[in-house]
């Protein structure tokens, strides 16, 4: 493969890699932040290994890239997931932003689907009725 094409993986990777620091810096939360480090982090690495592959132009090179690309996707949405449940179990303070909270509603034991209708509500089939 050509040395441009090369490069431009590795630095793409390398953006989305700082995109990804980046994120982990400057969000609000540890669930934003999360989001930022699994989905920017994982594309970026990602990125670089591809370039490193098609660099090294070798049968074992492109194997044991694919390896670590399909261990990356593997590995990072649970790790994401468990990192997120153990903040949120701990009492860790959301965002202030967060505008709904979805386990508390469920706690409550209201369920996520549940609303009240409003005449206003173009999806109300009740016809204003309550």
């Known amino acids: 493969m050509n040395e441009p094409v090369i490069g431009i993986l590795i630095v793409l990777g390398g953006l989305f890699s700082a995109v990804a620091g980046i994120g982990v810096l400057r969000l609000p939360d540890v669930l934003v932040r999360m989001h930022a480090s699994t989905k920017a982090g994982t594309l970026g690495v990602g990125l670089i290994v591809l370039g490193t592959a098609f660099h090294f132009d070798g049968p074992l090179a492109v194997a044991k890239a694919l390896l670590i690309v399909l261990f990356l996707l593997l590995t990072a ?7 997120g449940r153990a903040a949120y179990r701990s009492g860790t303070p959301l965002w202030d932003g967060t505008v709904i909270d979805e386990r508390e509603r469920m706690r409550s034991g209201a369920l996520p689907d549940e609303r009240q209708p409003s005449s206003d509500d173009p999806n109300d089939q009740s016809g204003g009725i309550q």
């Open 77 to 83: 949405p649970v790790g994401a997931h468990l990192i």
